[in-house]
């Protein structure tokens, strides 16, 4: 048994206590490999922004578990080496299983998903409510889900979203005893969010997806005040990169994100924890893609994975100084 604090970490739990205080939101960026875990402390370091490392079923799997371990305690020092004591989670992303939750726990996570959306109502809450109980013995944070997102990012895949019921959110809260809670208002996993036909063009002539459902997120709030709510699938898909992905042998057909507005509308709100990971793939392919296709003899991974780098970073930057509120508070 490994305890975060021991890492280095920490849990949510005051984090989104500051992060609703201040109407700001925590950015969870997922990632899966050195590169990426340096763009985000850096990037963290740089603005001054409390941050939450996710790793998904997937990413654990690729990474390995005991590497993520050592990786995000290295984040920790790495920070302290930049002169910034960052405030840092390690969270495991769309956990679907107790097992899965109890062994992210016992190698240093400081806070887990259990995501039994997809299960009847009644399976949702017993299922979370186990992971609580177990979590909540080493002071691990627990994220809950209610509703479907859909989209397919990583093992998580759904067709059709179904949003959030506001009647249900307090009897799931009592009966589970989680720390936050996802819900459904509109985003959606991926890079391809939405087709073109739910789409209308504003006066530049760019696509603009349906506004979330901020009725839903205010029904919300209203009937359980002061709770910490997180957006899932919130990656605004920023057609800069769409368009030098393509422009450089990609095809990336109706690529639609979430507007970055909308969000730092939700981020003034309860909601204090958004998830971004599309909008870090589509930085890191399209970097990579330019120095193939500039320099066709390159094969020295430095050089194509540290530009890969250096947008990824600028990229997160943006994200907590303009969207999130997040840089400056800690």
């Known amino acids: 048994m490994v305890s975060f604090k021991d890492l280095g970490l920490v849990n949510s739990r005051e984090l989104f206590k500051k992060a609703m205080a201040g109407k700001y939101a925590i950015p969870a960026f997922n990632f899966n490999n050195m590169e990426q875990l340096q763009a985000i402390v850096l990037a963290c370091v740089e603005t001054k922004s409390p941050v939450i490392l996710q790793v998904s079923s997937g990413a654990r799997k690729y990474a390995n578990q005991t590497m993520l371990r050592y990786m995000a305690q ?134 603009v997806p349906p506004p979330l459902r901020f009725d839903i997120l205010e029904e919300i709030e209203k009937r359980i005040p002061g709770f910490p709510i997180v957006l899932h699938g919130a990656s605004s898909v920023p057609q800069d990169q769409v368009a030098i992905i393509n422009k450089f042998g990609g095809a990336l057909k109706d690529a639609i994100g979430i507007p970055e507005e909308q969000l730092r509308r939700a981020a003034t709100s309860a909601v204090c924890k958004i998830n971004i990971d599309s909008d870090a793939r589509l930085a890191m392919t399209a970097s990579v893609r330019e120095v193939f296709a500039n320099k066709p003899a390159e094969f020295d991974p430095r050089k194509y994975l540290g530009p890969a780098r250096d947008n990824l970073k600028e990229l997160y930057k943006h994200k907590t100084v303009n969207v999130l509120g997040s840089a400056n508070r800690i």
Not at 120 to 127: A, I
Not at 129 to 151: I, M, P, R
Not at 189 to 202: D, I, L, M, V, W
């Open 74 to 207: 290295g984040a920790v020092e790495y920070a302290k080496e930049l002169g910034v004591n960052v405030p840092i989670v390690l969270h495991l992303d769309h956990g679907d299983s107790f097992e899965l939750c109890k062994s992210c726990i016992e190698y240093g996570f400081s806070s887990v998903m259990i995501d039994g959306s997809h299960h009847s109502y009644n399976e949702n809450v017993e299922l979370t409510a186990k992971v609580v109980e177990y979590a909540h013995k080493y002071d691990v944070t627990v994220e809950g889900e209610l509703g479907v997102l859909a989209g397919v990012e990583d093992e998580v895949s759904a067709e059709h979203h179904t949003y959030t019921q506001p009647e249900e959110v307090e009897d799931f809260l009592k009966k589970t005893g989680v720390d936050s809670l996802a819900i459904s208002i509109g985003t959606s996993h991926g890079a391809n969010k939405f087709k073109p036909e739910q789409c209308t063009r504003n006066a530049e002539g760019i696509l």
